[in-house]
Structures are given as structure tokens and as C-alpha cells.
């Protein structure tokens, strides 16, 4: 059983950086594929981001790739997601998730948090 919880978003200007953090409890996170999400007012949830458990693979979003970057401290048992050149587009609850497979890209993952709201003003 994994357990995660979100935290960093808040209200940013365009072109700022927010970080966002997602804990997770378990041992066995470090073994986990982690990726993040995010979900706008009137669509469907889409994906971000997502990294393998060593960090060796990582995939992003077309939307965000150049902007956005995410990382892993199993030490720590967290996840980041570094978001930079924010634009109004990017306004969105943010979900962390992770399963045991390496499902990447799709929604399919076994755990998730409850998620934190970006808000990106113009």
C-alpha cells in the first residue's frame, strides 16, 4: 500500500515557477514508476509527466517538455515536479500517482494523491 500526498501549488503570474512535491509512504515507492497528471475545469485528466523507479526513463507531455521537470528522491521517498515558464494554460489540479508497473503515460496507475491546485495567472 502506497500513500501520496501533493503539495507546492499555489497562484503564480505567467512565466513563474512553482515546485511541486508529492510524499509518499511505503517502502516500496523506490520501486515504483511515479508520474504526474493534471486535470483542468471541463477536460479530462491528461498526463504530464513520469519517471521510472531508478530514473532512468523519463517522458513528458509534448505541452510541457522544455518546461517542466520531474525528479525522485527514493532516499526521501518523494517526487518533484519542477514547473518553470508557467503559462494560463498550465492551470490545472495536479495529481502524483505511482504503480509497480511501468505505466508511464497511461492513466492506469494503482495510486494516487488527492491532489494540488495550480493556478496561472495572466
Known amino acids: 500500500q502506497v500513500q501520496l500526498v501533493e503539495s507546492g501549488g499555489g497562484l503564480v503570474q505567467a512565466g513563474g515557477s512553482l515546485r511541486l512535491s508529492c510524499a509518499a509512504s511505503?517502502?516500496?515507492?523506490?520501486?515504483?514508476?511515479m508520474g504526474w497528471f493534471r486535470q483542468a475545469p471541463g477536460k479530462e485528466r491528461e498526463f504530464v509527466a513520469a519517471?521510472?523507479?531508478?530514473?532512468?526513463?523519463?517522458y513528458y507531455a509534448d505541452s510541457v517538455k522544455g518546461r517542466f521537470t520531474i525528479s525522485r528522491d527514493n532516499a526521501k521517498n518523494t517526487g518533484y515536479l519542477q514547473m518553470s515558464s508557467l503559462k494560463p494554460d498550465d492551470t490545472a489540479v495536479y495529481y502524483c500517482?505511482?504503480?509497480?508497473?511501468?505505466?508511464?503515460?497511461?492513466?492506469?496507475?494503482?495510486?494516487w494523491g488527492q491532489g494540488t491546485q495550480v493556478t496561472v495567472s495572466s
Open positions: 519517471i521510472s523507479w531508478s530514473g532512468g526513463s523519463i
Open positions: 500517482a505511482a504503480d509497480p508497473r511501468g505505466t508511464y503515460y497511461s492513466p492506469l496507475y494503482r495510486y
Open positions: 511505503g517502502r516500496t515507492f523506490s520501486t515504483y514508476t
